[in-house]
């Protein structure tokens, strides 16, 4: 990338607020982790001063105290549900609420707001799978491939109901979420996803390689390792143009194409230097990315049951009682 467009690049929001170095995404993470696991025994016991059965409360506390996720385990459970973005995109493109040329933006973005969203919250107080549902349908709105809200949650009771179940989910269950992950993101909801770059560099290359049938069939490759970098912290270590040749490098390595002449062509030998290093980092985490399995994420999401935080819990007592303390209705959900 010239230094004009770094420069370019640098001025985006993307880079100023939500560009971190793996070890201080770590830190973050582990901070967060630790300070979430605080508000959750401060909730449990606060909510035993509002339980009548002290038995109760103590097997409670007990429950949480004995299953409070790691980090790693957080990252896990957020892992497997940002899988599921990708599911739901097709189910949407099936029931023609999403268009075909809305699918990939609307993926990334949503996945990028999930990850970002977590920068900053934890799993203790949002549970993943609302949140997913509430990032989902803010992306269809800022990637104007707009769905009415009761299209949005049709397909989603349909499934439920399919699996022998009742309608859980229901439109207040997103709504009323969407301004606390606004708030969380920043009101910065502008996301710089690879896909438009890896086409520009496709368009490009056309002029230096002259099987176009392999080069296209590298760029269908390439659209793959884009798809799989979503769910890597790349976005948080790298700029998309980068993310992006680097799932051609590693698309073109598939194919047994050749693209450093061109890499040559367009970059100085000093800058080309530094970049390779680059390139190389991005295709280790794509090559090395292992989904969370579905048994791991039930496993993970068992013990989230036991140590969510009540006080961000619509079904606990101590967020009924604060509710009905303030003159609110308490918000009554049945999705999780």
């Known amino acids: 990338m010239s230094s004009e467009k770094t420069q370019l690049f640098k001025q985006a929001s993307q880079y100023r607020n939500w ?21 959750v025994l401060q ?48 189910t949407y493109k099936r029931n023609g609420l999403l268009k075909a040329d809305a699918v990939n933006n609307v993926k990334a973005t949503a996945i990028n707001f999930i990850k970002r969203f977590y920068i900053h919250n934890v799993v203790f ?9 509430t990032c989902f349908y803010l992306a269809t709105k800022v990637e104007n491939a707009f769905v009415k809200i009761d299209d949005f949650t049709r397909p989603l009771q349909a499934a439920e109901t399919k699996r022998g179940g009742k309608p859980q989910t229901k439109n207040e269950d997103i ?41 296209k069939e590298v760029y269908e490759k390439t659209q ?19 993310i992006a040749l680097g799932a051609f490098k590693l698309a073109a390595k598939d194919k047994d194409l050749d693209i450093d002449p061109y890499l040559t062509q367009c970059f100085e030998a000093r800058l080309l230097e530094s970049l390779y290093a680059i390139l190389d980092d991005i295709q280790e985490i794509i090559s090395s990315r292992s989904p969370t399995a579905v048994e791991k994420a039930r496993d993970i999401d068992r013990k989230l049951i036991l ?20 003159g609110e209705v308490p918000y009554q959900s049945d999705s999780e």
């Not at 995404?25 to 582990?30: D, F």
């Not at 059965?53 to 790691?70: I, K, P, Q």
């Not at 107080?125 to 549902?133: N, R």
């Open 19 to 39: 560009r971190f170095t793996p070890e201080s995404l770590a830190q973050q993470r582990t901070a967060n982790n630790k300070k979430g696991i605080e508000r």
């Open 43 to 90: 909730g449990l016991s606060e909510e035993a001063q509002v339980d009548d059965d002290s038995g109760t409360s103590e097997t409670r506390m007990n429950e949480a105290t004995n299953n409070l996720l790691t980090p790693s385990e957080e990252l896990d459970l957020i892992d497997y549900y940002l899988q599921m973005v990708h599911v739901y995109t097709l």
């Open 125 to 133: 107080d949002y549970p993943p799978k609302s949140i997913m549902l």
């Open 175 to 215: 709504l009323d979420l969407e301004f606390v992950v606004i708030q969380s993101l920043q009101f910065e909801l502008a996301v710089h996803h690879p896909y438009r770059p890896a086409y520009g560099f496709y368009l490009d290359m056309q002029a230096y390689i002259e099987d176009k049938g392999l080069l």
């Open 224 to 242: 793959s390792y884009i798809d799989q970098s979503l769910y890597t912290d790349l976005v948080f270590f790298y700029q998309s143009s980068q």
């Open 307 to 326: 140590c969510r935080n009540p006080e961000k819990n619509p079904n606990s007592k101590l967020y009924k009682k604060k509710a009905a303390d303030q």
